[in-house]
């Protein structure tokens, strides 16, 4: 009877948790049912990858016409996005030095004005209790007038010849030359408070390395842009560089004027990376995308005028997104490029491989350590590694620097000095860059640079940096389900130990001569698209920021 008593309570509480996990599990069901009759219902896009790769192929410089009415660019937004031509910017700013040199010139003026005020209510009292000034009897009352006479007469000739001065810039600027843009202090250098008229801003709002090397490329690519830093704020944007950190205020920072303005990565509406930032709302904008970071609620703001891509993959996204929804951003697909590392002195070993693990968790580390683990008879993996966490994992599984049990990896962690970094990408000629995924792939297009042999993932968009030609293609898509229906979801690459294996051993099956042509290829394949982005970046230099807008050069690269 006492283990009967004894089961009682426990049965009865039993019951409730029962009838929670059942509603629980009934909860989720009812949610994947929804989830599926909705992306069932999705209308399928006819617009994958080959299709788009076949449209790019046809379109050249000497037939910029779209080859389909889903590639036709909707032009009106692009022009919205033209604030001012920079002609009218130029102009306004002569326009606001002039009014500023009509107050400094009127300022003398006033100031006499006033001083005759002030002697005549002088005159006024000596007649009036019959005192007089000891200066005026000293020195007369002629020549005080005099004077005053005379700075008339000097402030009128100044503000004479400031309106001459006016005219003859005005008249000269009218006979400019065309593709004239001023820039009165300089090209893409300077605080963003002064006073220069630039046609592009530029505006990064992420400290993420990659990102800030966008940013780096973009301002070398356009001459007449500005950077503009609304990452944690500017330096400019502080009140008082002099008083205490603890009661420094910080200003909202105001987007300067240009004629165009490009965010990279992120919209300005998204307060979590513009805290202190202060867009014109009035104002259509651009926007560079990564692949990886597509936002509904960017591409879908209606202040979006034009998309900037930088792959195929996100061609094929911008696309398909534009024509689902029946958005009317046009797209600007420039590809990319990174720095050229390239040292033709440096002597490369093509027997030894290179991995480098930057602040990205998607670069597959943890997969190829173990892959070496299993085979001790590879050659050397040269492996830097920067992330604490990720040291922190492989010093548990394999060891600190003084107990190190894989004698085939020279393992470091900690960050590399650039001209470290840029010898072992030259001097080692096997890089390993099998990345989950990569909004552009700077470190696989790096390794391009210095003419390496790459390993990397079967997926776009590192598969479009490497082909079957110029490197080693391992693993496969991870796609979800929903994942088909072409919308903004990005499967991830899936690569195991199992593929790590099936790639070196097929590196290493290879000729060194073999390895030596594939990595030219990497190279060769490296300069095309750096010179399709410097292309694309001059057709917008040229096409926005002469006196007159024109747009027949930039025409190729719109979608």
Not at 99 to 111: G, V
Not at 195 to 213: E, Q, R
Not at 284 to 302: G, S, Y
Not at 352 to 366: C, D, I, Y
Request: hydrophobic content about 40%; proline content about 6%; aromatic content about 10%.
């Amino acid at each position: 009877m006492q283990c009967v008593d004894a089961g009682g309570p426990m049965t009865e509480s039993s019951g409730p948790r029962f009838l929670l996990r059942a509603c629980v599990f009934l909860l989720v069901l009812i949610g994947s049912l929804l989830q599926l009759v909705f992306f069932a219902m999705l209308p399928e896009i006819q617009l994958h990858a080959e299709f788009c790769n076949a449209t790019l192929a046809s379109r050249s410089l000497l037939a910029p016409t779209p080859t389909s009415g889903e590639l036709l660019p909707p032009m009106k937004l692009f022009y919205q996005s033209l604030f001012v031509s920079p002609r009218e910017l130029a102009l306004q700013q002569k326009d606001e030095e002039r009014r500023r040199n009509e107050a400094m010139a009127a300022a003398p003026k006033q100031t006499a004005i006033r001083g005759q005020d002030a002697k005549k209510k002088k005159k006024q009292k000596e007649q009036l209790t019959g005192f007089k000034d000891p200066l005026l009897k000293a020195f007369g009352e002629g020549e005080t007038f005099q004077a005053e006479t005379l700075a008339e007469n000097q402030a009128l000739m100044l503000q004479e010849q400031l309106e001459r001065d006016e005219e003859t810039e005005r008249e000269r600027q009218m006979a400019l030359p065309p593709g004239f843009f001023l820039q009165t202090r300089g090209q893409g250098h300077e605080a963003i408070n002064s006073k220069s008229a630039y046609c592009i801003n530029v505006v990064t709002p992420s400290d993420s390395p990659g990102v800030l090397l966008d940013f780096e490329l973009y301002l070398n690519a356009l001459p007449s842009a500005r950077p503009v830093y609304a990452y944690r704020g500017n330096g400019e944007q502080e009140s008082d560089s002099n008083s205490n950190s603890d009661t420094k205020a910080v200003r909202r920072l105001d987007m300067p004027p240009s004629v165009i303005d490009i965010y990279l990565e992120r919209h300005p509406v998204d307060k979590k990376y513009y805290p202190d930032f202060r867009a014109p709302k009035e104002k259509t904008i651009w926007m560079m995308q990564n692949v990886e970071f597509f936002d509904r609620h960017e591409l879908a703001n209606p202040t979006v005028g034009v998309m900037i891509v930088k792959n195929r993959i996100g061609l094929k996204k911008v696309l398909e997104y534009r024509y689902r929804h029946q958005l009317s951003y046009s797209i600007f697909y420039t590809k990319h490029t990174s720095r050229d590392l390239y040292q033709p002195a440096a002597k490369r070993d093509w027997t030894s491989f290179l991995h480098l693990a930057g602040w990205s968790p998607f670069k597959n580390t943890r997969v190829i350590l173990q892959a070496w683990a299993l085979h001790p008879e590879w050659p050397q993996l040269t492996l830097r590694v920067i992330k604490a966490d990720l040291c922190a994992w492989i010093e548990e599984q394999f060891g600190t620097k003084e107990t190190w049990r894989l004698q085939n990896v020279d393992y470091a962690c900690g960050s590399v000095p650039p001209q470290e970094k840029d010898r072992l990408q030259n001097q080692i000629g096997l890089h390993l860059c099998p990345s989950e995924t990569e909004g552009f792939g700077h470190y696989i297009n790096e390794a391009r640079s210095v003419g390496a042999l790459i390993l990397t993932s079967n997926v776009a968009p590192m598969n479009e940096l490497v082909d079957e030609k110029s490197g080693v293609l391992v693993g496969e898509s991870n796609k979800w389900w929903w994942q088909t229906k072409g919308d903004l979801f990005m499967p991830l690459a899936q690569v195991d130990v199992a593929d790590i294996e099936q790639g070196v051993e097929q590196i290493l099956l290879l000729s060194i001569e073999e390895r030596q042509r594939m990595g030219r290829r990497s190279r060769a394949k490296f300069l095309e698209d750096r010179a399709y982005f410097l292309n694309a970046m001059t057709a917008l230099e040229e096409s926005l920021c002469q006196d007159e807008i024109r747009i027949e050069k930039l025409q190729p690269y719109l979608y």
